[in-house]
Structure formats: C-alpha cells, structure tokens
C-alpha cells in the first residue's frame, strides 16, 4: 500500500514546501533495511488510517484536502489502539522527514580532516574455501579489534571476521546521514527486545562494530563497578583494570572535549547544572580535531572520532591480522574428539556459492552480546544454563526543553556534556543531540502539531538519561537472535526520577517548556507541572529505547553461575576466549567501549601467559 496519504496526514503535507512529497520515497528506503515486523507493522498502520478516513468521509487520506486529514487525525480520540500504533510509526516517518528537511536547507559536507589508515581488507567473496591461521577473530568491534592487535603483535597469524562491510570515511562525507544509518546498523537500527514495554536497542555493523556508530563518548569503569565484579563475581581481570584502561585511552586519543566545538545544547546542559549547583563537565571523547558535525551515531565523515577502525584494527593489520568482511559465521568448529576434551578446530562462513573453512586452534568469540551466545548454540557450545542471561541493555529515556533563542542542537558535538550530579543513584545524564530525526527522543502530536514541532526543532535542547539496571534480559535462538526484556520495578523508578531531573535542568537553563516524551502530556510549563504528571505516569509510557548490551557470556568464577571463566575461557571446551561485551559480568554504568576494550585485553593477555 502507498505510504503517501499516511504521511501527508501525518506530517501535515499542505503543499507550501517541497521537501514533504519526498518523504514517502525516503521513507520505503528505511522501511527496505528495515526487519518484514517492522514494515508489516507501518503498512498496516498506513491501512488502517486510511481505512478509517474512508470510513468518515468516503475518500482515501491521498485524495484529501490537508484540513480533512486533520480532521480525520483529529477524531481519532476515540481508537487510542489506532492512535498508539501511528505514534510508534511516527519514528521512522520523522527519520525521513528529518533527513528530507535537513537536504532542503543544503547542509555544508564537513572537510575530510584525515585519511583512513590502511587495512587489509577481503570480502568474504574473495576468499580462499579452506585456510589455515593461529586464531580467528569473530568481530571487529572494540573486544574483537583489541583482541586481534593483542594476538597479532605477540606473533600469531590472525584472521579477523566481520559480517557487515569496511566503510571509509570518505565514503561516509557521500552519503546522507539517514543512508548511513540503514546501512551500519544491524537490522536497520529497528532491532527491538520484546517485553514489557519493547525496547529499542540499535547496534552496529560494520569493520569497527558498534564503536563506528557510538557517541564517542569514553567513560572509564567505576572502581566501584570494578570492586563488584571482583568481589562478589570473581571476576579478578577486574583487579588490573587500571593500566588497561590507560592503554585504550591512549589508542583512542581520549581528551575532554574543548569548549569551542561543544555546541549550544552541551552549553545549555552546563547552564543548568550550574544555577543548580550539579556536577557537570564536557565529556572525555575519543576525537581528537572534532568538527562538531553531530553525526556520530551515523559514521564521522571527519575522520575525527578514531573508532577502532581507525586506531586499532590498522595496528593489528599492520602487525600481520587479516580481515575478512561479510563474513557471518555459522559456526565455530570443534575437535570432539581430541584427547582432554573437545577443544576449537577452526570456524565455518558462509557465503554465496558455498561455505568458507578456515582452522585455526583458537577461536575469539567477540560477535557483541546480542550476537555471541545464538552463535554458540549454533556451535553446538550452548549447553550451560546461563548462557543467553544475564543481559544488561542501559534502558534510557530522553527529554527536550524548548528554549526562547534558537538552540540548532545539531551544530555540535553529538554527546558533548556529562551530568553526574545522580549518578549515584544509577542515573547518568548526558546532553545529546542527533541528526534530524535519529534521536531517540520522538516529537509530539500528529498533522498540524507535529508540523510546527518540526519547523520549530531549532529550539530545542535534548538530554537524554540512561540508568544502571539489573540484568533483565535473555539472548535466546540459534540461527536468529530473540531478545527479551522485561524492566526491572527498581529500574523504572531510576527512569522516573531521570526524567523528573532532565526537567529540573532544562527549566533552570531558561527552558519555557520541556516536552516530556510522554503521550498523554507531552508539555509542561513549569517543575511543579512536571511533577504532577510523573505522579501519575510509569515508566512503560515513556517513549524508551536502549543501548550497550553486556553480560550474555558472563565471566566468574562460579561454573554454576557463569558461562566463562575468570579469565574469559568458555566453559567445556578448549581454545574459545570471549573477548566482547557478552564478557563483563555486570552492568557498567557508563558508556562501555573503555570497559570492553580493558576485558578484551585483560583476556588475551591472560591466555598469552598462561
């Protein structure tokens, strides 16, 4: 069915501007990268719009007058079924609509600031059937790039596996923001964890993983969280965290962010946090030049932000590694057979035309916590009853305030400002800004409303919150990854109170109202307002999505509790390390890359000497 008519109702088309009539071709484009669930789902709300505007006036919503489809969004009061499925549908629309009206102004490329380092590169097309090598690498994201240049510069011959594609930096300047974002997020950034309520949880896929499309953002693990996992899980690679936490940064390049590029929305977080008296600080960024082009989340076409890419993998190319791209794994191979138990032969791809062997005795699962433990069932390596559990996913939720003086939140770092001030309480705040419509924060209102929040989006500041949760979740299949969540009752309280102070910051920055992200009120014009309606709001109205998977694969000591050892060695079987986010043994409360990198090299460096 044609997503003309729902879009022209939705964003209330009335022919003044030409940038709308695109929307419904850029919208099918990010509906094909999308998972069948998710374009099943927006052509049916599609149909049943239009279903219910013939139903009132006897035409389709394309054939109406812009004051008719108003009139139909308008008398949909009574199907809050109908009206809470257009608001899901909404998100993608304002991806297209954001990236349509972002072309329209002619936005100036940003100037390359670096050539890409180079790789050795070979799609998956190109390789040999049957090879040999020291040890295989399943991902080239933050554990899987570390663990390669670990093992490569102590001798190894490696080879590293990648199931999405190598993009330049240059290739990212060619390209529009929303291009990029189909194609480097797995299932076009729409995989969901199912449960109560759904969550949105975007990961990367591409030479680098998830670190090419992060914020850039480089916490350093809190020594409490480090303790923790220690103590209580014996996870002792946590003891010697400290200078492996120094080696990432100074392969990063991690530096606190100057203020000239931090753009008004980082300076409109400090404003606040400081009338309050909060903790707040420009945050420590692996972007060294940033250009302040707020386009993290969707590859820097700088070259600015040294995902590992750019600051590890060339090492590890350097050093011997190979790197074989498009590349999914189906299995690892195992030597049952072998005196002393079974232990790692090898892995098997595949590709169009036949499968790919390459034998190597050691085998470094680091696909990310979504993808690892569905490849060691398929390996025949799923049998400890933990394994899949334990998954920590950093729930968030996102507020804006709109301010009397224009913000244009996308003129600056993407995530530049850090607010601690409750994070003790397991609530960290950070003032983040996206590409137009990317964000996780969704404009209010249908048709006209949400019209004049797009034309008005230069006002707006956005925060967005994401709190340390208890381990909720499940990575469950085999050939196809399933995830389950279900938030945790303490966690939705953090939720609560995250948005209670990204609201008492904006208003004390000068905000004239902050728009909630809560359907039922999405205003309030004062604290107190905002108080009255969190009183009577949960957590499963928010608009949440969720970022950072940890935990699947958990390492410690306890062989009842924890899939892999404590020094990351799968349990029953020889010659597989875990060297990803699966690894951490529990939430790390901040952004995770520092964290991952540290366990990876931590693991590796624990089977080199042993």
């Given at each position: 069915?044609?997503?003309?008519?729902?879009?022209?109702?939705?964003?209330?088309?009335?022919?003044?501007?030409?940038?709308?009539?695109?929307?419904?071709?850029?919208?099918?484009?990010?509906?094909?990268?999308?998972?069948?669930?998710?374009?099943?789902?927006?052509?049916?709300?599609?149909?049943?719009?239009?279903?219910?505007?013939?139903?009132?006036?006897?035409?389709?919503?394309?054939?109406?007058?812009?004051?008719?489809?108003?009139?139909?969004?308008?008398?949909?009061?009574?199907?809050?079924?109908?009206?809470?499925?257009?608001?899901?549908?909404?998100?993608?629309?304002?991806?297209?609509?954001?990236?349509?009206?972002?072309?329209?102004?002619?936005?100036?490329?940003?100037?390359?600031?670096?050539?890409?380092?180079?790789?050795?590169?070979?799609?998956?097309?190109?390789?040999?059937?049957?090879?040999?090598?020291?040890?295989?690498?399943?991902?080239?994201?933050?554990?899987?790039?570390?663990?390669?240049?670990?093992?490569?510069?102590?001798?190894?011959?490696?080879?590293?596996?990648?199931?999405?594609?190598?993009?330049?930096?240059?290739?990212?300047?060619?390209?529009?923001p929303l291009d990029r974002f189909a194609e480097l997020y797995r299932n076009g950034g729409a995989?969901?964890?199912?449960?109560?309520?759904?969550?949105?949880?975007?990961?990367?896929?591409?030479?680098?993983?998830?670190?090419?499309?992060?914020?850039?953002?480089?916490?350093?693990?809190?020594?409490?969280?480090?303790?923790?996992?220690?103590?209580?899980?014996?996870?002792?690679?946590?003891?010697?965290?400290?200078?492996?936490?120094?080696?990432?940064?100074?392969?990063?390049?991690?530096?606190?962010?100057?203020?000239?590029?931090?753009?008004?929305?980082?300076?409109?977080?400090?404003?606040?946090?400081?009338?309050?008296?909060?903790?707040?600080?420009?945050?420590?960024?692996?972007?060294?030049?940033?250009?302040?082009?707020?386009?993290?989340?969707?590859?820097?076409?700088?070259?600015?932000?040294?995902?590992?890419?750019?600051?590890?993998?060339?090492?590890?190319?350097?050093?011997?590694?190979?790197?074989?791209?498009?590349?999914?794994?189906?299995?690892?191979?195992?030597?049952?057979?072998?005196?002393?138990?079974?232990?790692?032969?090898?892995?098997?791809?595949?590709?169009?035309?036949?499968?790919?062997?390459?034998?190597?005795?050691?085998?470094?699962?680091?696909?990310?916590?979504?993808?690892?433990?569905?490849?060691?069932?398929?390996?025949?390596?799923?049998?400890?009853?933990?394994?899949?559990?334990?998954?920590?996913?950093?729930?968030?939720?996102?507020?804006?305030?709109?301010?009397?003086?224009?913000?244009?939140?996308?003129?600056?770092?993407?995530?530049?400002?850090?607010?601690?001030?409750?994070?003790?309480?397991?609530?960290?705040?950070?003032?983040?800004?996206?590409?137009?419509?990317?964000?996780?924060?969704?404009?209010?209102?249908?048709?006209?409303?949400?019209?004049?929040?797009?034309?008005?989006?230069?006002?707006?500041?956005?925060?967005?919150?994401?709190?340390?949760?208890?381990?909720?979740?499940?990575?469950?299949?085999?050939?196809?990854?399933?995830?389950?969540?279900?938030?945790?009752?303490?966690?939705?309280?953090?939720?609560?109170?995250?948005?209670?102070?990204?609201?008492?910051?904006?208003?004390?920055?000068?905000?004239?109202?902050?728009?909630?992200?809560?359907?039922?009120?999405?205003?309030?014009?004062?604290?107190?307002?905002?108080?009255?309606?969190?009183?009577?709001?949960?957590?499963?109205?928010?608009?949440?999505?969720?970022?950072?998977?940890?935990?699947?694969?958990?390492?410690?000591?306890?062989?009842?509790?924890?899939?892999?050892?404590?020094?990351?060695?799968?349990?029953?079987?020889?010659?597989?390390?875990?060297?990803?986010?699966?690894?951490?043994?529990?939430?790390?409360?901040?952004?995770?890359?520092?964290?991952?990198?540290?366990?990876?090299?931590?693991?590796?460096?624990?089977?080199?000497?042993?």
């Amino acid at each position: 069915m044609s997503l003309t008519g729902l879009v022209a109702a939705l964003i209330a088309d009335d022919g003044t501007a030409d940038w709308p009539a695109r929307v419904p071709d850029r919208l099918d484009t990010v509906l094909a990268s999308m998972p069948p669930a998710a374009r099943t789902g927006v052509r049916a709300a599609a149909h049943g719009l239009d279903t219910y505007a013939r139903a009132r006036t006897g035409r389709g919503l394309a054939t109406l007058t812009p004051s008719e489809r108003q009139s139909v969004l308008d008398g949909l009061g009574t199907h809050p079924a109908l009206l809470a499925l257009l608001d899901v549908v909404k998100v993608p629309v304002l991806l297209a609509a954001g990236t349509e009206r972002m072309l329209e102004h002619g936005p100036a490329t940003p100037p390359l600031t670096r050539q890409d380092p180079a790789l050795d590169c070979t799609p998956a097309r190109a390789w040999p059937a049957r090879s040999t090598a020291d040890a295989v690498v399943i991902g080239s994201g933050a554990g899987g790039a570390i663990a390669a240049r670990t093992l490569a510069r102590a001798g190894l011959d490696v080879v590293v596996l990648e199931e999405g594609r190598h993009h330049s930096t240059e290739s990212f300047g060619r390209s529009t923001p929303l291009d990029r974002f189909a194609e480097l997020y797995r299932n076009g950034g729409a995989t969901v964890a199912l449960g109560n309520p759904p969550l949105l949880l975007p990961v990367g896929r591409a030479v680098g993983g998830t670190t090419v499309v992060n914020s850039g953002t480089c916490y350093r693990t809190p020594d409490h969280v480090l303790a923790r996992w220690s103590t209580d899980f014996g996870f002792t690679l946590a003891d010697a965290f400290g200078p492996r936490l120094d080696e990432a940064e100074r392969t990063l390049k991690v530096a606190t962010q100057p203020l000239d590029v931090l753009g008004n929305n980082g300076r409109v977080a400090l404003d606040g946090a400081r009338t309050l008296g909060w903790r707040a600080a420009p945050l420590r960024r692996n972007a060294p030049g940033c250009k302040g082009s707020c386009q993290c989340v969707v590859g820097c076409p700088t070259g600015a932000k040294q995902s590992v890419q750019l600051s590890v993998l060339p090492d590890a190319c350097a050093a011997g590694a190979r790197i074989v791209t498009g590349a999914r794994v189906e299995r690892v191979l195992v030597d049952a057979d072998r005196p002393g138990g079974p232990r790692a032969a090898g892995v098997r791809i595949r590709r169009e035309g036949g499968a790919i062997e390459i034998l190597a005795p050691l085998v470094v699962v680091a696909a990310g916590a979504l993808e690892s433990p569905p490849l060691l069932r398929r390996s025949g390596l799923g049998r400890h009853p933990r394994l899949g559990h334990n998954l920590s996913v950093h729930p968030a939720t996102s507020v804006a305030g709109r301010f009397a003086e224009p913000v244009t939140a996308r003129e600056g770092v993407l995530q530049s400002v850090g607010v601690e001030e409750h994070h003790h309480e397991g609530v960290l705040i950070e003032a983040t800004a996206t590409p137009p419509g990317m964000g996780s924060f969704a404009l209010p209102g249908l048709g006209d409303e949400l019209r004049g929040e797009l034309e008005g989006a230069h006002r707006l500041a956005t925060l967005g919150a994401m709190i340390a949760d208890r381990p909720s979740g499940r990575v469950l299949g085999r050939d196809r990854t399933l995830l389950r969540y279900d938030l945790d009752r303490r966690d939705a309280g953090r939720l609560m109170r995250a948005v209670r102070a990204m609201g008492e910051l904006l208003f004390a920055a000068g905000a004239e109202e902050v728009l909630t992200g809560i359907s039922a009120t999405p205003r309030v014009h004062s604290l107190a307002q905002l108080d009255a309606v969190l009183a009577d709001t949960s957590a499963r109205q928010l608009h949440l999505s969720a970022y950072h998977p940890t935990g699947t694969v958990a390492a410690g000591a306890d062989p009842q509790r924890f899939p892999a050892d404590a020094t990351g060695r799968l349990r029953g079987v020889s010659g597989v390390l875990v060297a990803d986010a699966s690894v951490l043994p529990g939430c790390p409360e901040v952004n995770p890359q520092l964290t991952i990198m540290a366990a990876a090299l931590a693991v590796m460096e624990a089977h080199l000497g042993s």
